[in-house]
């Protein structure tokens, strides 16, 4: 620059940014171009050649639902340097562009809320992880009884697969009797939409044992209340305050828990008894 003073130097002086004061003194050198000032070249949308043969692209019958990218693709693979921002601007200003269309997911926002009568009618699973001191990462899966409120099965596992949710059922149905087919073809079991409970093995363990599979709406954590107030519990009081070096040692503490939970736990829901004793309560009404 004449005189000796950057472009960069003047933009601190004048307190704006480089390329402002950058555009400004090319502005005023218009009349003198330097060696260096080229012409932009590029293909613009309003290119009369260009707007025609996106015309002729879109109006073929196999190309009617055809977007900007595949029509920018087509047109590349004729050898046209055109970006695809160009062929959508053309597609714009010819009125061929098409609004994005999003189907939104057909689930119910809701779903009626569990009331079972008895045990063993209505079941609910769900999952959590925990962190060891090492920073390894462990999976919890929980099953609970609603009308209990036991927790029936789970297991802690370095991986969340739809087998460990296939572990957590079998050892819910095994402990509690249930491991024919038709002696467990009244239960439900309710679970999120999550990928391990929509797994083709988990489903086709359901369905071989008989088990109504239910899932929750659609972003809704209250329709699986039950289990999800359960594992917040099991947070609050053992999880969290404890540090745990070992899956060994995070597996013998939740181990201990879940028999204090159903052993000596009292819960307000169930008359502040414990769920074993409200279990046993019913068994013997039922009996009389």
């Given at each position: 620059?004449?005189?000796?003073?950057?472009?960069?130097?003047?933009?601190?002086?004048?307190?704006?940014?480089?390329?402002?004061?950058?555009?400004?003194?090319?502005?005023?050198?218009?009349?003198?171009?330097?060696?260096?000032?080229?012409?932009?070249?590029?293909?613009?949308?309003?290119?009369?050649?260009?707007?025609?043969?996106v015309?002729?692209?879109?109006?073929?019958?196999?190309?009617?639902?055809?977007?900007?990218?595949?029509?920018?693709?087509?047109?590349?693979?004729?050898?046209?340097?055109?970006?695809?921002?160009?062929?959508?601007?053309?597609?714009?200003?010819?009125?061929?562009?098409?609004?994005?269309?999003?189907h939104?997911?057909?689930?119910?926002?809701?779903?009626?809320?569990?009331?079972?009568?008895?045990?063993?009618?209505?079941?609910?699973?769900?999952?959590?992880?925990?962190v060891?001191?090492?920073?390894?990462?462990?999976?919890?899966?929980?099953?609970?009884?609603?009308?209990?409120?036991?927790?029936l099965?789970?297991?802690?596992?370095?991986?969340?697969?739809?087998?460990?949710?296939?572990?957590?059922?079998?050892?819910?149905?095994?402990?509690?009797?249930?491991?024919?087919?038709?002696?467990?073809?009244?239960?439900?079991?309710?679970?999120?939409?999550?990928?391990?409970?929509?797994?083709?093995?988990?489903?086709?363990?359901?369905?071989?044992?008989?088990?109504?599979?239910?899932?929750?709406?659609?972003?809704?954590p209250?329709?699986n209340?039950?289990?999800?107030?359960?594992?917040?519990?099991?947070?609050?009081?053992?999880?969290?305050?404890?540090?745990?070096?070992?899956?060994?040692?995070?597996?013998?503490?939740?181990?201990?828990?879940?028999?204090?939970?159903?052993?000596?736990?009292?819960?307000?829901?169930?008359?502040?008894?414990?769920?074993n004793?409200?279990?046993?309560?019913?068994?013997?009404l039922?009996?009389?």
């Amino acid at each position: 620059m004449e005189g000796g003073i950057s472009v960069r130097r003047l933009a601190r002086v004048l307190e704006e940014p480089v390329a402002t004061v950058g555009r400004w003194l090319k502005r005023g050198n218009e009349g003198n171009p330097g060696p260096k000032a080229m012409e932009r070249r590029r293909p613009i949308s309003g290119d009369q050649r260009l707007q025609v043969r996106v015309r002729e692209c879109c109006a073929e019958p196999r190309h009617a639902l055809y977007g900007y990218r595949r029509i920018w693709a087509l047109l590349r693979r004729e050898g046209w340097r055109v970006n695809r921002k160009t062929v959508w601007r053309a597609m714009r200003e010819l009125g061929l562009s098409r609004p994005k269309v999003w189907h939104r997911p057909q689930r119910p926002k809701r779903v009626e809320k569990m009331r079972p009568h008895r045990p063993h009618q209505a079941w609910q699973i769900d999952m959590t992880s925990l962190v060891l001191s090492n920073l390894e990462m462990l999976f919890l899966v929980v099953v609970i009884d609603c009308y209990t409120r036991q927790i029936l099965g789970w297991t802690l596992d370095r991986r969340c697969r739809a087998s460990e949710w296939v572990a957590a059922v079998r050892q819910a149905l095994e402990g509690q009797g249930l491991a024919e087919k038709l002696e467990s073809g009244f239960l439900v079991l309710r679970s999120d939409n999550g990928a391990q409970p929509c797994a083709k093995r988990f489903v086709e363990f359901l369905g071989q044992r008989g088990i109504e599979a239910q899932y929750t709406g659609y972003n809704a954590p209250d329709d699986n209340a039950y289990v999800e107030r359960v594992i917040r519990t099991i947070k609050e009081e053992e999880i969290w305050p404890s540090a745990y070096d070992t899956w060994g040692e995070a597996h013998q503490a939740i181990d201990a828990y879940v028999e204090f939970y159903n052993e000596h736990r009292i819960h307000a829901a169930l008359g502040y008894r414990t769920p074993n004793e409200f279990a046993a309560a019913y068994l013997t009404l039922a009996a009389a």
